[in-house]
């Protein structure tokens, strides 16, 4: 055999060269479609919602418009890729950074941030009062951060009749106590005659820092503080609906607009009812916006939102769980849609759904009875609205 | 056969004649070479044989109501790595044989150390024969996962509108499962990691049979650090979780064991040139 290595080395080459080649350039065959589910999409005009999807190896970044959708993947080697979490309340690692503890007694939290240590907050209690039952919303409603600074207020009940205080937390410094910087009374709580104030959390836009008060379990008292003076504030008091529930969302727009988001249900379809408050020196209550999910049903834990005001339109961008359909057994079947909602004047114009190939990954879950995650799986991530 | 491939290789100049270096690598090759095409032929058919029916028996139990794996763990499952395993054993263990054949019996080995062609040819020769051997049988297996993928979704797309068939499918498991991202890495740390294998396999088992027949007793010992680093990479790189795989560690252990390679060659040609049988 003169000749004989020649033509298999070629062969072998050729059949790896070419399979390279071509599933490298298979990385852009997922599908991206944009379909209209409500509305005409020319409410979309001006609006460009980019995100990603992928797993852990590969991340296909995708960018919608009113054309429709373009999209490119990357392919990783190894941890290169990090998950953004997802606005994130129910948790204990609130965005992975933060770490909050309620002591036993409930008369103070320990604050733990990452890369800065511990600090524990002296929040004061109740004279009187029922104890076990003063603290209303999670204890990480209570934190906001201004630049480097943090700030803490412990989310109340009716049932705590104290003096409640928004403390600077004392990370990077040497003093061990939290100062304190403002301070409500709630001394004349009764939980009795659903009378009084409850702190449902903090947040901040800016420089500013945004307590949010329910009144009488029915008004919600916004409150805008200057972080660097707290005895400037100002303060919108909107009047009583049933659907401003304890536990909200907040995004802040990088126009200074914060969005407060309420979830309520009617007629068993979930209900996002959106407060949106630009907050300058003095703040300005924009709008009411109530979003019907028609389909399907959005988990803070689990899902992705983000929204945005574009030219005087409001933009929902959201992945939701298709739970509408019948799962039979298989109740631990994840479908999840991508879904872009244009509202204007408190209305939806536009509903468009994104058709893309994740939930292909859990197709062992269909008919298995197992349960359990695949080790590779794609999710929604890094959402912008421009 | 063997001298008429050095023949061709010589050419006339005056009273001496020499054979061009790269000729007579290349000569040697295919003299090489054609100890292992019946022996690839074989183990190529087989394995492409092997793994159809192993696929199209995991396969062939999926019904519209069955839980449906994705391809490259039916893959996995079906058991078609062992397969791709046990060829490149079978290709080691030839390779193997065709160093200490020349030994044995004819003891071709002193025609090859009469030859009037550097002995670092002799080396080089049958070093590329046994890397070619393994990358035509890993081509091979890449044709099988092909057909594989083509007979698994041939067969789940006939039921339920195809609504088990994932879109992509070949690509997402090529990335996915470790196996394939072992033998067609699709980023340059599997790339590297892919080819120091290769390079570890093959200039160490020639190194390890050549120390035992130069009777040089180091070369077991480092032969063995050489195995148990290769074993650590295989690991690593096959890894089912890949946030756990160091990059760190991938790269010192690939620059180790490729340094090791080097050292392997040059010691390797070192013992050729004494003789290696003594």
Known sequence: MRHGIAPIAILAILVIGYSAVDLYAAKDEARFELVDRYGDRSAMEGITVRGTLGDILHRSEFEISMDGVRHHTELFDHHEYELSTPINRFDYGYSGQYWVRRNQLGRWVEIWKRGWGEVTVYTGFSVGGNKGREYGNPFEYGLASVGEKDYYVAPTSLHFTGIAAIFELPFGTNREVARQLATISMADNDAERSKGLEILGLEAVGDRLILVLKEDRTNLIIRSYDSTNVERFSEEVLSGTEEYVDQYEAIVDDDGTLHLIFESSANDQQVLTILSLYVGDDMTHMEDARLVIEEGHWHSRDHQLTLRRVDGKLVVVMTLDDRNEDTGPTWFREQTRFMIDVLQDGEVRYRGELLADQNDDFIYMLNSREGGYPVYYRTFDNLSIE | ?278
């Open chain 2, 1 to 278: 056969m063997l001298c008429d491939a050095y023949t061709m290789g010589m050419v006339q100049l005056g009273e001496v004649e020499f054979v061009k270096p790269w000729l007579s690598v290349y000569r040697l090759m295919n003299d090489q070479f054609s100890r292992w095409f019946n022996l690839n032929l074989t183990i190529c058919t087989v394995m492409l044989n092997a793994t159809n029916i192993l696929v199209r028996m995991e396969v062939s139990d999926y019904t519209s109501f069955t839980a449906h794996e994705r391809f490259e763990d039916l893959y996995t499952s079906s058991g078609s790595i062992w397969v791709y395993v046990v060829a490149v054993m079978i290709a080691c263990g030839f390779f193997i044989y065709t160093i200490y054949s020349d030994y044995w019996g004819s003891k071709a080995i002193y025609t090859y150390m009469t030859l009037p062609v550097r002995r670092e040819a002799i080396y080089a020769s049958k070093l590329i024969a046994f890397m070619l051997s393994l990358i035509f049988i890993t081509a091979f297996q890449l044709i099988s996962i092909r057909v594989g993928h083509s007979i698994y979704a041939h067969h789940i797309d006939r039921y339920a509108d195809g609504m088990y068939l994932m879109n992509n499918g070949l690509f997402l498991a090529v990335i996915r499962s470790s196996f394939m991202r072992l033998i067609l890495p699709l980023s340059w740390i599997g790339f590297m990691c892919t080819l120091t294998i290769l390079l570890v396999l093959s200039t160490g088992i020639y190194y390890a049979v050549l120390c035992e027949r130069a009777d040089r007793r180091y070369g077991a010992i480092v032969s063995a650090v050489a195995g148990i680093a290769l074993f650590d990479l295989v690991r690593q790189v096959t890894r089912e979780d890949v946030l756990d795989i160091s990059l760190v560690r991938l790269i010192f252990v690939c620059v180790l064991l490729l340094s090791l390679s080097g050292y392997f060659i040059i010691h390797s040609i070192y013992l050729v040139r004494r003789g290696a049988n003594v």
